[in-house]
Nanobody, 123 residues
Framework: VQLQASGGGLVQAGGSLRLSCAASDYTFSSCAIGWFRQAPGKDRIIVAAIASSGTPTYYRDSVKGRFTISRDSAKNTVYLQMNNLKPEDTAVYYC?????????????????WGQGTQVTVSS
């Protein structure tokens, strides 16, 4: 499945952004979707994930209570609502599809990747 990530930008600390991950075809509905991020010089890490059915979801500890992942099956789109952003959230954010359908947090499980979208949080 082809994925298109969008919605990044420059925001001040405490601000919000909503990232979107749009899919090109119907297979999207059977995929779990993960959002990952990669800061300069660091590994790509999972931020949040959502099962094909919409539940369950996963969040890494550092974003719990601030980020919300959701999906709109009618629009073949997964969203990542990011509130109370912090400078340490600065990274390139990627969405990816896991054809297994359930939530898995290992990066090796994700087969299809969108291009990244830059999120920059200024202090």
């Amino acid at each position: 499945v082809q994925l298109q990530a969008s919605g990044g930008g420059l925001v001040q600390a405490g601000g919000s952004l909503r990232l979107s991950c749009a899919a090109s075809d119907y297979t999207f509905s059977s995929c779990a979707i993960g959002w990952f991020r990669q800061a300069p010089g660091k590994d790509r890490i999972i931020v949040a994930a959502i099962a094909s059915s919409g539940t369950p979801t996963y969040y890494r500890d550092s974003v719990k209570g601030r980020f919300t992942i959701s999906r709109d099956s009618a629009k073949n789109t997964v969203y990542l609502q990011m509130n109370n952003l912090k400078p340490e959230d600065t990274a390139v954010y990627y969405c990816a599809a896991d054809h297994y359908g359930g939530v898995r947090i290992g990066i090796v499980n994700y087969d299809d990747w969108g291009q990244g979208t830059q999120v920059t949080v200024s202090s």
